[in-house]
């Protein structure tokens, strides 16, 4: 199977080509140009960390905090808990807080099935040469997938940015009876990994099959490409928020394969324990 350290090392990759980068060895931190959002701001290990807590590690960690402080962003890690077992204890032992605890799942094209169809629901892939009125209903069913009180509606001026930025990326619209209900996309393929993320569906319309059904339009997508090196892919990855929601993931092939981890510092103007 995969080595955990090639997912982690697509993760990365993934990163540097979204965020600007700060090199903090052993880490690298990934910040947003604009938005100090915390999901969007953080460090990644960049090889496993010693084995005793905090060995070697209270002098970086304190240029990392510097660093996140100079931006005015707040300390923040994501990395696979089995890349580096042992990083967790030392950020805890330095002030951090476990943020999130998610599954990670793969899926192969041995592994992937298909769900069963639903009556009235159809998934449109989009590209940057899509209509604007499917990026409008891309972008407003995404607002309200994740934020059901979100009312707002994207505007064509947002719609147009989207497309023009859109790249290598591969969204998936879902409407159910021509209502849109639900989004997904597949990241760009590198070293024949790509990671389903966005799976979101308006809340009136939740456990119905829609996510399922886009997450497996995206991984049989994605594992149709072709065998370009470019563009071949032989894993499709992605995190499941919890064990519910890989239950879901599971009926179209993932599997859990590791576990990603959040930690972040609450008090950027906090200093290390010295």
Same mark, same amino acid.
């Given at each position: 199977?995969?080595?955990?350290?090639?997912?982690?090392?697509?993760?990365?990759?993934?990163?540097?080509?979204?965020?600007?980068?700060?090199?903090?060895?052993?880490?690298?931190?990934?910040?947003?140009?604009?938005?100090?959002?915390?999901?969007?701001?953080?460090?990644?290990?960049?090889?496993?960390?010693?084995?005793?807590?905090?060995?070697?590690?209270?002098?970086?960690?304190?240029?990392?905090? #510097? $660093?996140?402080?100079?931006?005015? &962003? @707040?300390?923040?890690?994501?990395? =696979?808990?089995?890349? %580096?077992?042992?990083? +967790?204890?030392?950020?805890?032992?330095?002030?951090?807080?476990?943020q999130a605890r998610q599954q990670l799942?793969?899926?192969?094209?041995?592994?992937?099935?298909?769900?069963?169809?639903?009556?009235?629901?159809?998934?449109?892939?989009?590209?940057?040469?899509?209509?604007?009125?499917?990026?409008?209903?891309?972008?407003?069913?995404?607002?309200?997938?994740?934020?059901?009180?979100?009312?707002?509606?994207?505007?064509?001026?947002?719609?147009?940015?989207?497309?023009?930025?859109?790249?290598?990326?591969?969204?998936?619209?879902?409407?159910?009876?021509?209502?849109?209900?639900?989004?997904?996309?597949?990241?760009?393929?590198?070293?024949?990994?790509?990671?389903?993320?966005?799976? #979101? $569906?308006?809340?009136?319309?939740? &456990? @119905?099959?829609?996510?399922?059904? =886009?997450?497996?339009? %995206?991984?049989?997508? +994605?594992?149709?490409?072709?065998?370009?090196?470019?563009?071949?892919?032989?894993?499709?990855?992605?995190?499941?928020?919890?064990?519910?929601?890989?239950?879901?993931?599971?009926?179209?092939?993932?599997?859990?394969?590791?576990?990603?981890?959040?930690?972040?510092?609450?008090?950027?103007?906090?200093?290390?324990?010295?």
């Open positions: 199977m995969i080595p955990i350290d090639r997912l982690q090392a697509y993760l990365r990759h993934i990163a540097h080509r979204q965020y600007d980068t700060a090199s903090v060895p052993p880490f690298t931190i990934f910040f947003h140009p604009t938005d100090a959002l915390v999901y969007f701001n953080y460090a990644i290990p960049d090889e496993p960390t010693p084995a005793a807590p905090g060995q070697n590690l209270r002098q970086p960690l304190a240029a990392l905090r #510097a $660093t996140f402080a100079a931006r005015d &962003r @707040q300390p923040r890690f994501e990395f =696979i808990q089995e890349f %580096a077992p042992n990083l +967790a204890p030392i950020l805890r032992a330095e002030g951090f807080a476990e799942m793969i899926c192969t094209p041995q592994t992937y099935h298909p769900p069963t169809p639903i009556a009235g629901l159809t998934i449109t892939p989009l590209t940057a040469n899509s209509p604007l009125a499917d990026a409008q209903d891309f972008l407003t069913t995404q607002r309200q997938g994740f934020d059901p009180t979100d009312p707002t509606t994207a505007t064509e001026q947002q719609a147009e940015q989207w497309l023009r930025e859109l790249q290598n990326n591969a969204p998936f619209l879902a409407r159910l009876d021509g209502q849109p209900v639900g989004v997904g996309m597949f990241t760009q393929p590198f070293d024949t990994i790509t990671e389903i993320v966005g799976i #979101a $569906t308006r809340e009136p319309f939740r &456990r @119905q099959g829609v996510g399922t059904a =886009i997450t497996a339009l %995206a991984v049989q997508t +994605a594992f149709a490409q072709g065998t370009a090196s470019a563009r071949e892919v032989t894993i499709a990855c992605l995190t499941a928020a919890d064990e519910r929601a890989g239950r879901i993931y599971q009926r179209v092939g993932f599997r859990p394969y590791a576990t990603m981890l959040a930690y972040t510092l609450a008090k950027v103007s906090e200093p290390l324990q010295g």
